[in-house]
């Protein structure tokens, strides 16, 4: 069983949609004690990271999820659910994160156009770093984003791909069983579905 | 590289998708589901169901047709249509819309696209905006109620508004254009595009791919709309997506 986490911030349907289309149970839950005893957990996530890390610790999830990452559940963090990750972030003043990975979320300070939205092409650093969830998928395809932060990992091993809008940014990191994506993949079509079916493949 | 976005628009009707869309060799060419099935195969980069039922009844039907989509369809899907309220919006975000698009409510109650980009977030609150040539002159004015009725505003100034409000998209729709099947107002498009820092979708009048080069080089457009371009089967998608990455657009093919 895969545990999406239900954590108060949209798109859930979407996400456990596409993990039923692929065959896979899923559980979309606050729960624990469901949690801990999936075999694999995606925290999506769409909205305010102050919002996000709000509601985690008001359901009192944060130690579960600490815990299940730390005995090696393989772990997937999308869009908001991947920057939550990370140390902290400047949006809405500085909000600390879960701090799995070491780094900060920024906002995009360019002349673009902001959120940044739509399909753009996630670049691997090499054909070794595509990592097990990409297996299957091949340099520069395009993937849906909507964001108008970035994530900046200060360890540069964990970053798996990158993405340029305006300048370059990470979009796909691996730490262990942890990834984490920038982009959806439950809204990129087929290639998205893929990457999910590797991720479960995993669990 | 960011894609420019080709986005084909539904109409829905009491559940059903009307202007039928005979190619394609569908099996029920009504079924919303099935026509959406399609478009995401033939690489539609998002869709749109705009909900035009006219009873209150039958309201709801839009949740139940937006539900089996997501459940079978997993690009971006934005509905538009009678949208009046938060619990409106609540509800189709719940049901697995994405975005969902805001016309008429949006205009008469300008605190609807501050709170729902609140609650919900921008990237999920598109404003469309229906406009019509003032004069020969670079002016144009929003229209509501399905581009009946003048509401006397000025169409840059409102959506410089609508952005300050919290939209996160402009889906722009020029009534001089739509139906002519003569192309986009690429004036129009250009002049929003170049005020706002928001991404603009530009609607009304495409007829043919070279339509959708223009507004997206001339027209500075972030992505487009079109509607019976793709329903009677004159172009597919990937036909017009093969064009457009000829002549040097970046498309997701």
Redesign the interface.
């Known amino acids: 069983m895969i545990a999406v986490i239900d954590y108060g911030l949209?798109?859930l349907?979407?996400v456990s949609?596409?993990v039923?289309?692929l065959g896979v149970e899923v559980d979309v839950t606050d729960s624990p004690e469901r949690i801990e005893k999936a075999n694999g957990i995606i925290l999506p996530g769409?909205?305010?990271f102050h919002v996000g890390m709000q509601n985690l610790k008001r359901l009192n999830l944060l130690s579960v999820l600490h815990e299940t990452i730390s005995k090696g559940t393989p772990f997937l963090g999308i869009c908001l659910g991947f920057q939550i990750l990370f140390s902290q972030s400047e949006e809405h003043g500085i909000c600390n994160g879960m701090d799995i990975i070491n780094g900060k979320v920024k906002r995009f300070t360019h002349?673009?156009?902001?959120?940044?939205?739509?399909?753009?092409?996630v670049k691997f650093k090499t054909q070794n770093s595509k990592s097990k969830i990409f297996n299957e998928v091949s340099d520069n395809s395009?993937f849906?984003f909507?964001?108008?932060y970035y994530a900046e990992p200060e360890d540069q091993n964990v970053i798996i791909a990158k993405t340029?809008?305006g300048h370059e940014f990470t979009s796909a990191i691996n730490k262990g069983n942890v990834w984490g994506v920038q982009f959806h993949p439950?809204?990129?079509?087929?290639i998205?579905?893929n990457v999910l079916r590797s991720f479960l493949s995993l669990c | 590289?960011?894609?420019?976005?080709i986005i084909p628009c539904l109409d829905v009707k009491d559940g059903r998708v009307v202007k039928g869309i005979n190619f394609l060799n569908l099996v029920d060419a009504g079924d919303p589901v099935e026509v959406a099935s399609i478009y995401?195969r033939e690489?539609a980069?998002e869709l749109v169901f705009l909900d035009i039922t006219a009873s209150v009844e039958k309201r709801s039907t839009i949740l139940d047709v937006v539900k089996k989509t997501?459940?079978?369809v997993?690009?971006?899907l934005t509905v538009g249509g009678g949208i009046r309220s938060i619990e409106d919006i609540r509800l189709l975000?719940?049901?697995?819309a994405?975005k969902v698009s805001l016309n008429t409510a949006a205009i008469e109650n300008k605190n609807l696209i501050r709170k729902a980009s609140e609650q919900?977030?921008?990237?999920?609150i598109v404003v469309a905006i229906d406009a019509k040539r003032k004069t020969q002159n670079l002016e144009w004015e929003v229209y509501t109620y399905g581009g009946r009725k003048s509401v006397g505003l000025d169409v840059i100034e409102w959506a410089e508004e609508v952005m300050e409000l919290g939209a996160?998209?402009i889906l722009l729709t020029s009534m001089d254009a739509d139906g002519t099947k003569d192309g986009y107002d690429i004036a129009l498009t250009r002049a929003v595009s170049e005020t706002v820092?928001?991404?603009v979708i530009a609607s009304g009048g495409a007829g043919a791919p070279e339509h959708l080069c223009r507004v997206l080089t001339d027209g500075k457009a972030?992505?487009v709309l079109a509607a019976s371009i793709f329903h009677y089967g004159e172009y597919s998608i990937k036909e017009t997506k093969k064009y457009l990455k000829e002549r040097g657009i970046a498309v997701?093919i």
């Open positions: 949209g798109n349907r979407s949609k596409a039923e289309k769409v909205g305010a002349d673009l156009k902001i959120p940044h939205m739509g399909w753009n092409q395009y849906y909507v964001h108008s340029e809008y439950e809204k990129s079509g087929d998205g579905l | 590289m960011l894609a420019k976005r995401s690489n980069d997501a459940e079978q997993f690009i971006p975000l719940k049901s697995g994405d919900f977030g921008s990237q999920c996160g998209e820092n928001i991404s972030d992505a997701r």
